[in-house]
Structure formats: C-alpha cells, structure tokens
C-alpha cells in the first residue's frame, strides 16, 4: 500500500515535472506588433470606430460634485500609491470631484471582483479600476454599467465592452523595443538575459514579454533568452529569485530584465550583493525613488517607465470627461489638466504618450 | 438564525452557554451596529450577493469541519481548488473534452488529491499538517505546470449559470452551498460516521480498539475534502469566467478561520456544523459591512483579525470549565 502510495505522488511530481520542461516564457497568445528596428515613429494604425462599454441609466452630474472609488491590483506598492497621489492631485485641481483608493493588499483577482462588487452596492458615480485579469474582471464591470456607474480603467485594460475607456499609459511595443534596444546595448547583442515577472498570468507583463520576444528575434536575433521567472509582487521573492538566476547561469547571464516596480529593485539589489555591478546588467520597469541608489552608484544605467502619477491624474480628469458628457464615443481627444491634451487609439483608450527613461541625468528631477 | 434551531431544541439546558450560540449573539450585535452606518449592508440584494461570494469558501468549510473534528487538517485545499479549475479548463480547451465531462472530471481530480492525502496520512503515516503543507506546493506546481500560466476564456454562456445565475431568486451557488450543508449537518449529527469523527478526534487509540474504522473514515473525509474543493474550483471558475492557476490561493486560512471561529476545536473532537456556518456568514458580513462602510482594505483585515480573537476569548471565557475539562 504504502509502494502504491509513494507511486501516486512519484508520478504526480513526474508528470509536473514533464510540464515544466517546455518553453515557458511568460508570454500570451495575442497578436504582437513589434515596431521597427531603428527610431522611425510607427505607422500610424488605422483609426478604429468606437469599442468601449455603454453606462445605462446613469445621473446626470455634469458639472455637479461626484464620488470615485479607485481600485489598482493592489495597495500598499509605491507604484499605486504614485497613481492614487496623482488622483488626488487632480481632484484637488478639478474641485467638485472626491476620490478614495482601496483594493486587495494582494493582486488577486477575485479579491479584486470583491472590492467592485461592494462598490457597487455603496454606490458611487464612477469605478476606476487597474484589472488582474482583463477577461476576469469584466462580469462586474460591467454589473457596475448596467447599474448606472461609469467605469474608466488606466494601467492594466479589461475587455473593452466591460469599460467606457482606458487610460494606456504607453503602447506594450513601445515598452518592449525601449527594454530590449537598452539591454543590447547594456549587456551586448548575443549575450543572455533573464526575466523576473510578477506572474504568468499578468496581463499587462505577459503582453510586454510576448512583444519583446518578437521585438528581439527581429532585431537583435543573437540575444539569448535564458529563463523567464515568478516573484509575484513580493520584494523577498523578487530578490531571492534574482539571486538563484545568477548563481544558476553564473556567466552566461549578462542581463536581467525586471517586469514590475517591485522586480527591478530587488533585481538590482541581487546584483549589487553579488557584487557584478557592472558584469550584470539590469534594466526594467521601476520608480524613480527606488531605484534612484542603483542609478547613481552606476550599478543600473537604464529605468523604463511613465510617470504613474501622471497616469492617475489622467484618468481622474478622463473620469470627469466622461461624467460631464464631454468624452463621447468618437471623439479623438481630451483635455487633461496641466497634461494638455491626450490623443484616443485603439479606439476606445487614452494615450498618455511614450515611455519615458530614467537614466543618471534626469532621475534627480523625479519625486515619486 | 434557522439553522439553530434543532441544536437549541435538544440542548435546551446547555444551549446557552454553547459557543454557537454566543457566537450568534455577537454576530447579531455585530451586524446590528455594521446596520446603523450603512443602510446599503441589510438589503437582499446585497446579502443575496454575499451569499454568492461566500459559497466558493463555504464549500470547503464543510469537509474541513470533519477534518478538523477528527484532529486533522488540509491546508492544501486552496491548492486542489486551483488544480481543479485548471483541469476544467485545460480539459476541455486542449483535450477536447464536452465541458460537462470536464466538469466531473475536474471534480473527479479534486477527489483523487483528496485520497492522495488521505492515503499518505493513513499509511505512510505522515503527519496531516507536513503531508497538505507538502501538497499545497505540489498541487499548486501542478496547476502552474499544467496550464503553462495561459488563462483559459470564452466558456459557452451556459457555463455561467453555476456562477452568475439565479434559481428563485436566489444565486444558484448558494443552493449548492445550502444542500451542502444540510446534508453535511445530518451526517455530523445523526449517522454513525458522524460519530464516528468525533470518537477519533477524542481519542484516536481508543477508537481503534473500539473497532471503529479509522483509517477508512480518515481516507474518506480527505477525499470529500478533494472533491468539496473541485466544486467550488467549478463554481469559481463560473464566477470568474476565466481559469487562472492562482486561483484560490490563501483560501485555506479562510476556511480554517470560519472554522475554528465557528468553535470546532483544532485538538479535535469538539466542532459542529452550525457554528461553521455561523463562522463563516460572521467572517463574510463583517467583511462586506466594513467595506461598504468605507473602512479600508488593510485595516479590514486588522479588524477582522481583532474580532476573531475577541469573540474566541469571549466565548472561552463565558465557558471556561468545557474548555479545561476538555
């Protein structure tokens, strides 16, 4: 009994293990867009009619005071906190609007259905949301249409049928040929690189490795992908899977890549305590102010990002647009503050402009 | 509270010093003072809706009173819940399997992770924490490995039903979860199996040389555990509309929470049904009434983290002498 026993889990663990050996990059399936080797701007892209959600039944509070509740992946990253400053920012400079921020203290997904679910219930007049799961979230988006809230997302897209419209702070292609075109050039066209990602599931972080996969093979085709790894948003995690990285590849790693505001950091401490400052480099998606110690030491000479406070302090005005009816489905801008005025794509989203890095020089001029 | 009421009916001396019992009395005052802030919180439609969210935890709570009855416990259901929402998934997108077939089949793997814990705990004798600590990561790898992270979409409308629709009014969720009670509840009070639970959480050696079955007994709640877990990794899925293998992930501290708070011990031998529920009804409103009285996430689960050691001193306290004797 206990041979049949022990047979059962050696089996279990045999075929997971059968699993795990394929190519698992972290990637998604969508279609990818990989923009052109050199600077050119992309082509622009055919303009597309109207695919966001539809509010029924909603008040009309043109012009008179409103209530927003904000719901990002999670609370408690600087990241978010960046996000709900510019939110308040931006409520403070329009007047008659009140946002609050809360959401799950883990990027979980049916944590996250909870927080709008009773939202919905307290009743407000508009959701700002940052999705776990595109597809996921959308059921209780759009129960929050149907019972008269407007719902806007920025940072991370749902379905767009589920929302009215989505502020995207920079085009996944855009992020992706930034990351690879500095890690070439950091670490050297045929050397190997890693990735340490939040999860696999991710969306926004599956789609820009799912581009920068294209993006290299187009570009720079000798840079060798070594492993794409987990941490979760976990600061512990992110530094202990970045350390196993570079012990297990030793010298075939020259470049590791960070997908999240708690990954790169943590990557770019692992380096430094493994003392390859210099022989590894790090480049990836971060906060000025956390990485501000490894750009001016000169152990990381690249940070890819847009500013997240700008990206709140937009959808917040996006929000307000869209309550006082001056956002209507059609339209191809909107004013945004001290932002100007922001271009619409895809559609049905918001573009904040490009991504933006940090380097030695200008890092000192951000404070978030 | 109707529930309680064959429980207050043939303990009519005792009932009142029971832990349910107080612990329904606080979960009253509770609600009533959650009532005063929000006039959104006592609606149907918002507890209709809380019903909903309650059932996927709910469903496990069940078998893991059993579990925790007998002086065992499963901290990997959480794990099978995600397991079985990936083998639905992945069953029926890349094998081709008719999605009602991958629905028993996702079922059908929750029971088998179940036996497999229940096997190993009953003949290899590997302690229950060590051997669903050790299947908690085995099982979650497995989902991870199995789905190779691709979230599965686009189930058929139908599919919804379990999770979105309603039946009388009522979320078609909460049925399920209420059958499961019910019939859990006789068979903790009124068959010899139920019995049988309490007799091994006691005293295990005792139990077996009564004669009773006790590796057969402990093998068959691990694997109701299993399956509990497929269901609700089924009603999850339906909920949600997409299979991710994080799914249910820390779902095992919520079960184990409405449990013991519900005043089953975690020595074994002490626990019902009804407190379980009580449990976890307490755990889910106090939950939805913070959030919609605007209190904020993090300081949410302080406060929930407070109410439960409160309400357990509470109803220690009030009756100390079960617990010394026990």
């Known amino acids: 009994m206990k041979t049949a026993a022990l047979l059962i889990l050696g089996a279990a663990m045999a075929s997971g293990s059968a699993f795990a050996a394929d190519k698992w990059d972290g990637a998604d399936d969508l279609p990818t867009n990989p923009l052109s080797c050199d600077a050119s701007p992309p082509a622009a892209a055919a303009a597309k009619p109207y695919d966001g959600g539809k509010v029924t039944g909603a008040a009309d509070k043109a012009g008179k005071p409103i209530t927003l509740v904000d719901v990002p992946k999670l609370i408690g990253i600087g990241y978010f906190n960046a996000t709900t400053k510019g939110m308040q920012e931006a409520a403070k400079e329009i007047g008659n609007v009140k946002v609050t921020t809360d959401g799950p203290t883990e990027a979980k997904i049916d944590e996250q259905i909870k927080f709008i679910d009773n939202t919905i219930t307290r009743g407000v007049d508009g959701v700002l949301f940052a999705a776990n799961d595109p597809v996921a979230i959308a059921p209780v988006l759009k129960k929050a249409l149907s019972k008269g809230i407007h719902v806007v997302g920025y940072d991370a897209n749902a379905q767009p049928d589920a929302r009215e419209w989505f502020v995207n702070q920079a085009e996944f292609n855009g992020i992706a040929?930034?990351?690879?075109?500095?890690?070439?050039?950091?670490?050297?066209?045929?050397?190997?690189?890693?990735?340490?990602?939040?999860t696999f599931t991710t969306p926004n972080q599956a789609r820009w490795i799912a581009e920068m996969s294209v993006y290299a093979a187009k570009c720079h085709p000798k840079l060798k992908w070594l492993e794409t790894v987990e941490a979760q948003e976990d600061n512990v995690l992110s530094f202990n899977q970045a350390t196993t990285l570079i012990n297990?590849?030793?010298?075939?790693?020259?470049?590791?890549?960070?997908?999240?505001?708690?990954?790169?950091?943590?990557?770019?401490?692992?380096?430094?305590?493994?003392?390859?400052?210099?022989?590894?480099?790090?480049?990836?998606?971060?906060?000025?102010?956390?990485?501000?110690?490894?750009?001016?030491?000169?152990?990381?000479?690249?940070?890819?990002?847009?500013?997240?406070v700008d990206l709140g302090y937009a959808a917040t005005y996006v929000m307000r647009a869209v309550?006082?009816?001056?956002?209507?489905?059609?339209?191809?801008?909107?004013?945004?503050?001290?932002?100007?005025?922001?271009?619409?794509?895809?559609?049905?989203?918001?573009?904040?402009?490009?991504?933006?890095?940090?380097?030695k020089d200008n890092i000192k001029d951000f404070d978030f | 509270m109707a529930v309680l009421a064959p429980e207050i009916r043939s303990a009519a001396p005792r009932w009142l010093v029971r832990h349910e019992t107080l612990l329904a009395g606080i979960l009253a005052v509770a609600l009533a003072i959650l009532c005063v802030f929000n006039e959104n919180f006592l609606t149907v439609d918002n507890l209709l809706n809380q019903g909903r969210l309650m059932t996927e935890v709910g469903l496990l709570a069940l078998p893991m009173t059993f579990i925790i009855i007998t002086g065992g416990i499963d901290l990997s259901v959480g794990s099978i819940v995600g397991l079985c929402a990936i083998i639905l998934g992945y069953s029926w997108k890349n094998l081709g399997f008719p999605l009602p077939l991958a629905i028993v089949f996702a079922i059908g793997v929750g029971g088998v992770a179940g036996f497999v814990n229940g096997l190993m705990i009953t003949r290899v004798r590997v302690p229950p924490l060590i051997m669903t600590i050790a299947t908690l990561a085995l099982y979650r790898g497995l989902a991870e490995g199995i789905s190779q992270a691709r979230s599965v979409r686009n189930y058929p409308e139908w599919f919804f039903f379990t999770g979105q629709g309603e039946w009388l009014g009522v979320p078609v969720q909460l049925w399920i979860l209420l059958a499961g009670i019910v019939a859990a509840g006789i068979v903790l009070d009124r068959t010899t199996f139920g019995r049988t639970l309490y007799a091994i959480g006691n005293n295990e050696t005792a139990a077996r040389f009564s004669g009773l079955p006790v590796d057969r007994v402990k093998l068959i709640v691990y694997t109701l555990s299993g399956l509990a877990a497929g269901v609700s990794a089924w009603v999850l899925v339906s909920r949600?509309?997409?299979?991710?293998?994080?799914?249910?992930?820390?779902?095992?501290?919520?079960?184990?929470?409405?449990?013991?708070?519900?005043?089953?011990?975690?020595?074994?031998g002490v626990g019902t049904i009804w407190g379980t529920v009580i449990g976890l009804v307490m755990i889910q409103l106090l939950k939805n009434g913070l959030a919609l009285t605007g209190v904020k996430g993090d300081a949410t689960i302080i406060v929930i983290g407070a109410v439960l050691i409160a309400s357990t001193l509470i109803a220690s306290s009030l009756h100390g002498r079960r617990e010394v004797a026990s």
Not at chain 1, 186 to 192: L, N, R, V
Not at chain 1, 257 to 286: N, R
Not at chain 1, 328 to 353: R, Y
Request: aromatic share 6%; proline share 4%.
């Open chain 1, 177 to 198: 040929k930034a990351m690879i075109d500095a890690m070439a050039k950091e670490a050297g066209e045929d050397k190997g690189f890693a990735i340490v990602t939040s």
């Open chain 1, 248 to 308: 297990k590849h030793g010298d075939r790693l020259a470049g590791l890549f960070g997908m999240t505001s708690v990954a790169t950091p943590a990557s770019a401490e692992a380096v430094t305590k493994a003392g390859l400052c210099g022989k590894v480099a790090v480049v990836g998606l971060a906060t000025p102010n956390a990485m501000k110690p490894y750009v001016n030491a000169g152990c990381v000479k690249s940070v890819v990002l847009w500013n997240p």
């Open chain 1, 323 to 359: 309550v006082d009816g001056k956002l209507k489905p059609g339209a191809t801008s909107v004013e945004a503050g001290k932002l100007g005025k922001l271009n619409v794509i895809n559609g049905s989203e918001i573009l904040l402009g490009s991504p933006f890095i940090f380097t």
């Open chain 2, 240 to 268: 949600v509309t997409t299979t991710r293998s994080d799914m249910g992930t820390g779902y095992e501290l919520d079960v184990i929470a409405a449990v013991v708070l519900g005043g089953t011990s975690i020595f074994g």
